[in-house]
């Protein structure tokens, strides 16, 4: 199997550290807001490569973190009048029902900040002691001249780097490529205390202290958006490499970014879209497959037309499914024929182009390509003259497949969305307390125009499709 390798630049065979055993991080979002499309496509995609290790046979460790203390959360959690935890509370939780919804399976682990302070401090710890980072004004700087390797993933020159920029107007860092590991808090702030004064962790340090905690001092894969090379990862192998004197990651995955209408996502132009605002109109299973139907390190375009064709390509499978499964349960011959026998190898040939694309670093869009290559297939061989076994074995292919990808076929009135309907209808009942029944009355038609009947019952709203 190959993988192309940040570091490298180029594509390796994979050879695991440990036979039979992936470990795997990618870093999670920073839960302050509900996920957009663009977090959604790492965790889709290092799902997918999670699935196909194991598909292979590997035991694999897959440990993502929630960085749940942050600027933003911060200022999100001030805004509101909460707390900080309050705020990364909520989003975490609604952070999993995306990720239940897009079919992303649970992390092995799935650390909090919060929760590994110690990991954390005592990794600062050592890399003081070590002599790779110093105090200042109670604010702890990794010195990044110390790391000879600095800038080798990301190909930048520490001397142009230094050249390039100036130290901040304090003058408490050495060089401006040092980084923060621990700083000071601010008033109201929340923090924790260490050796050098209460403060709060900078934001590398987390995931060098969860890797070493959950997967050790070395890993297989190291994942995450491109956006993430650097400074976020080159920082990492630096305190990594330093703290524990061992290589940090064998192989660097990084997912290109999603964009919008061929434009950067950015919110304040209004190019921006939450993945539960998309799941109104297109299901989390289209989402899925959007997201796969691009090779991960290409840039992907979201736009009303790209989500369209994915969702008519899922239609398309799942309809071969439909038609297939009443096949298989309405013919009366049971064994294949000579010739069905035949043609049944084909089916491997698909199969084989599916395995093929998967690995050659991971290449969804052929191995979606080899998918529809068989539903084709099916659509033209497969009928109410084939014999059970026939059909039955053709479903099992393009199941099998569509598997592999994590990619659920629900049909599109399950996929209406249940969680809207009950936004929905939370949304008016809080109408009505309010006496506002022209806006009740409007969000009843508009479920009504969806399919969806509501009845105001002794026990509550209860609706039906
Ligand atoms: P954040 O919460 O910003 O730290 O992002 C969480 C993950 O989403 C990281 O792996 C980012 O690289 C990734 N990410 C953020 N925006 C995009 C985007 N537009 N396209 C693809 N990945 C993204
Ligand atoms: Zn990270």
Not at 78 to 92: P, T
Not at 117 to 145: H, P, Q, R, S, W
Not at 384 to 405: H, I, P, Q, Y
Request: proline letters at 3%.
């Amino acid at each position: 199997m190959k993988i192309y390798n940040t570091m490298t630049r180029r594509k390796e065979e994979f050879v695991p550290l440990e036979a039979n055993r992936v470990k795997m991080y990618s870093c999670g979002p920073t839960v302050y807001n509900f996920i957009h499309i663009g977090n959604a496509r790492p965790m889709v995609v290092f799902d997918t490569v999670r699935r196909y290790f194991e598909r292979k046979g590997y035991d694999v460790v897959y440990v993502t973190n929630f960085t749940d203390v942050d600027d933003k959360i911060i200022n999100r959690a001030n805004e509101e009048g909460v707390s900080a935890r309050a705020i990364a509370d909520k989003y975490i939780a609604e952070v999993i029902k995306d990720e239940e919804g897009l079919n992303i399976r649970p992390p092995t682990r799935r650390p909090r900040v919060t929760d590994e302070m110690e990991a954390i401090l005592d990794m600062i710890g050592e890399l003081i002691d070590k002599g790779y980072a110093y105090e200042k004004n109670a604010t702890v700087y990794f010195d990044a001249k110390k790391f000879k390797r600095y800038g080798k993933l990301s190909g930048k020159n520490i001397d142009e780097l230094e050249s390039g920029s100036r130290v901040e107007a304090d003058g408490a860092k050495r060089n401006a490529s040092d980084f923060v590991l621990w700083k000071p808090a601010k008033p109201g702030e929340p923090k924790w205390p260490s050796r050098w004064g209460e403060g709060r962790p900078g934001w590398h340090i987390e995931c060098s202290a969860m890797v070493k905690r959950f997967l050790g001092d070395s890993i297989d894969i190291h994942a995450g958006g491109e956006d993430l090379i650097f400074p976020h990862h080159e920082n990492e192998i630096a305190q990594s490499e330093c703290a524990n004197g061992a290589m940090f990651v064998k192989y660097w995955m990084h997912n290109g970014f999603l964009n919008i209408d061929n434009q950067k996502m950015s919110k304040s132009s209004g190019n921006f879209f939450t993945v539960r605002e998309i799941v109104r109109k297109f299901s989390y299973d289209v989402i899925r497959f959007f997201i796969l139907s691009a090779h991960y390190r290409a840039p992907l375009n979201f736009s009303e037309e790209t989500i369209g064709h994915a969702e008519n390509g899922l239609a398309r499978i799942a309809n071969c499914l439909k038609a297939l499964d009443y096949i298989v349960k309405n013919v009366d011959k049971e064994e294949m024929t000579e010739e069905e026998r035949e043609n049944a190898k084909k089916i491997d040939v698909f199969v084989n182009n599916f395995e093929k694309a998967m690995e050659d670093d991971f290449n969804t869009a052929d191995a979606i390509s080899s998918i529809f290559e068989l539903v084709k297939f099916a659509n033209i061989n497969v009928g109410e003259e084939s014999s059970k076994e026939f059909a039955r074995m053709t479903l099992d292919n393009v199941s099998a497949l569509c598997d592999a990808l994590g990619l659920r076929l629900r049909e599109r009135k399950e996929a209406v969305d249940e969680r809207f309907i009950e936004e929905k209808i939370a949304e008016r009942q809080k109408a009505r307390e309010s006496k506002d029944y022209a806006r009740a009355d409007a969000i009843r038609s508009e479920l009504k125009a969806m399919g969806v009947t509501i009845d105001d019952t002794a026990v509550g709203v209860r609706w039906t499709t």
